[in-house]
T-cell receptor, first 114, second 112 residues
Framework: GENVEQHPSTLSVQEGDSAVIKCTYS??????FPWYKQELGKGPQLIID?????GEKKDQRIAVTLNKTAKHFSLHITETQPEDSAVYFC?????????????FGKGTKLSVKP | NAGVTQTPKFQVLKTGQSMTLQCAQD?????MYWYRQDPGMGLRLIYY???????DKGEVPNGYNVSRLNKREFSLRLESAAPSQTSVYFC???????????FGEGSRLTVL
């Protein structure tokens, strides 16, 4: 079946450093790649997304890059702050079928140390 | 604006008991979803409803049933709970299939 692999599973950085989370996907028809942030005790929340017709998208300190040829995409957080500490999930759209619309990676727990 | 509301937030069941998780959204969204989240497993889709009156199986539907009661409400039922169903359950909605997902705060279920 379709799959999204996410690495690393845990990431610890110092405040002010950059953090990078990488995902690969298997469905060549995937065309939508969102990233969700989940704070402790909360539901995931969309922070940024990218569609297959662009290679990079930025929103303040957050950027996502997409390489469709290699079937991988990455989340970049610059100038990290303690409030960036959370679990981050990447996802990829898949063609119809029993899995609905998105398949998620297993998550990355980011810890930003003051 | 409450967004997506799930009840209950916590529940403990014994093996074999039944229960229903309730979900309601006030954003006039067409699509609704139930996910389960287990440590190290990410979010896995149980069932979804692309629009009122339709439901479809997701990745892990066994042991669950759903009802799309109306456009606002989508419930998840466990007919005979098993310890393997111990998990955190999230309801989500989107304006359309493929749109941004808005999640509730989750329901933590323990089956003893």
């Amino acid at each position: 079946g379709e799959n999204v692999e996410q690495h690393p599973s845990t990431l610890s950085v110092q405040e002010g450093d950059s953090a990078v989370i990488k995902c690969t996907y298997s469905d060549s028809a995937s065309n939508y790649f969102p990233w969700y942030k989940q704070e402790l005790g909360k539901g995931p929340q969309l922070i940024i997304d990218i569609r297959s017709n662009v290679g990079e998208k930025k929103d303040q300190r957050i950027a996502v890059t997409l390489n469709k040829t290699a079937k991988h995409f990455s989340l970049h957080i610059t100038e990290t702050q303690p409030e960036d500490s959370a679990v981050y999930f990447c996802a990829a759209s898949i063609r119809g079928g029993s899995q609905g619309n998105l398949i998620f990676g297993k998550g990355t727990k980011l810890s930003v140390k003051p | 604006n409450a967004g997506v509301t799930q009840t209950p937030k916590f529940q403990v069941l014994k093996t074999g008991q039944s229960m229903t998780l309730q979900c309601a959204q006030d954003m006039n969204h067409n699509s609704m979803y139930w996910y389960r989240q287990d440590p190290g497993m990410g979010l896995r889709l149980i069932y979804y409803s692309a629009s009122e009156g339709t439901t479809d199986k997701g990745e892990v539907p066994n042991g669950y049933n759903v009802s799309r009661l109306n456009k606002r409400e989508f419930s998840l039922r466990l007919e005979s709970a098993a310890p393997s169903q111990t998990s955190v359950y999230f309801c989500a909605s989107s304006s359309h299939r493929g749109g941004e997902l808005f999640f509730g705060e989750g329901s933590r279920l323990t089956v003893l």
